[in-house]
């Protein structure tokens, strides 16, 4: 029988291609530790994806996404299975896990909430922003760039000061290249893609000097992000023994809509 999805090199431009269960991957999914290695932002884009794709019985988004990276992704093809393990009236709970060679890399859960057009008080869903906007913010270039495959697809506003400089900071992202070939960029993979630069955005040490690799990452939103800039205020704390937590806020032009969190393992190059 003749492979309907034959697997071979993606020349589209996206991140990946999607073939049933199986997902081809394009090199400009590296990130800065390794280019044989993915950035961690694909493989949240592509679990954002996966987890929106499951069908809900009533309106339901997702409110929650955590990630846990089991091993390193390599630039690789990679097998996608999803399935929901809880199916209520209210909430859904989604597992997507990708598989490389047959063994499971990540693995990933989303909570889907039913939305109501019940509303609370305006005033208290707003959340002002505290930075500039994109517009009024400086474009990350140059030296001031982390080097990687999969960040030359990515736009980068600084709004903390003209310079980037170590720790806290804040910074707009918009990703400009297709990651699932021949499908939009949906605002909730825009917020997966930011939240796993909370570490690089906020760091404190070094990346010539210092790892600070996440082996995790969650986002939780109160409400769908809208355009395609998505901001990242965040901050890294370090434990004395190899560890670290990395926060932030996610917003957009409207306001702030949602937090992030990573786990750090910490070494010396």
């Known amino acids: 029988m003749i492979d309907p999805h034959p697997r071979r090199r993606l020349t589209t431009g996206a991140v990946y291609r999607a073939l049933g269960g199986h997902i081809e991957t394009s090199a400009s999914a590296a990130g800065p530790w390794d280019p044989a290695l993915q950035h961690g932002a694909a493989p949240a884009a592509l679990a954002a994806w996966a987890a929106e794709r499951m069908e809900t019985g009533a309106p339901?988004?997702?409110?929650?996404?955590?990630?846990?990276?089991?091993?390193?992704?390599?630039?690789?093809?990679?097998?996608i299975h999803s399935e929901i393990i809880r199916q209520g009236r209210k909430i859904h709970v989604v597992l997507i896990r990708l598989l490389a060679q047959g063994i499971e890399v990540v693995r990933?859960?989303?909570?889907?909430?039913?939305?109501?057009?019940?509303s609370v008080p305006l005033d208290l869903c707003e959340a002002v922003l505290d930075v500039p906007s994109p517009a009024l913010s400086h474009e990350v270039r140059g030296q001031q760039r982390i080097k990687a495959a999969f960040l030359d697809g990515v736009s980068a506003r600084l709004a903390t000061g003209t310079e980037r400089r170590l720790g806290p900071a804040a910074m707009w992202f918009?990703?400009?290249?297709?990651?699932?070939?021949?499908?939009?960029?949906?605002?909730?993979?825009?917020a997966a893609i930011a939240a796993d630069f909370c570490n690089g955005v906020s760091s404190p040490l070094d990346i010539e000097q210092w790892t600070y690799i996440n082996c995790d990452v969650t986002l939780s939103l109160v409400r769908p992000p809208v355009a395609e800039w998505i901001l990242v205020n965040a901050e890294t704390w370090l434990g004395p023994d190899g560890t670290g937590v990395a926060v932030g806020r996610l917003?957009?032009?409207?306001?702030?809509?949602?937090?992030?969190?990573?786990?750090?393992?910490?070494?010396?190059?």
């Open 251 to 269: 917003g957009d032009e409207t306001g702030y809509f949602g937090r992030a969190a990573q786990s750090l393992i910490v070494e010396r190059r």
């Open 60 to 79: 339901m988004r997702v409110v929650r996404l955590t990630l846990d990276f089991l091993r390193p992704v390599p630039v690789a093809p990679l097998e």
């Open 174 to 190: 918009c990703a400009n290249q297709p990651i699932i070939d021949g499908e939009p960029i949906s605002p909730l993979m825009r």
């Open 108 to 118: 990933a859960t989303a909570l889907k909430v039913r939305t109501s057009d019940r």
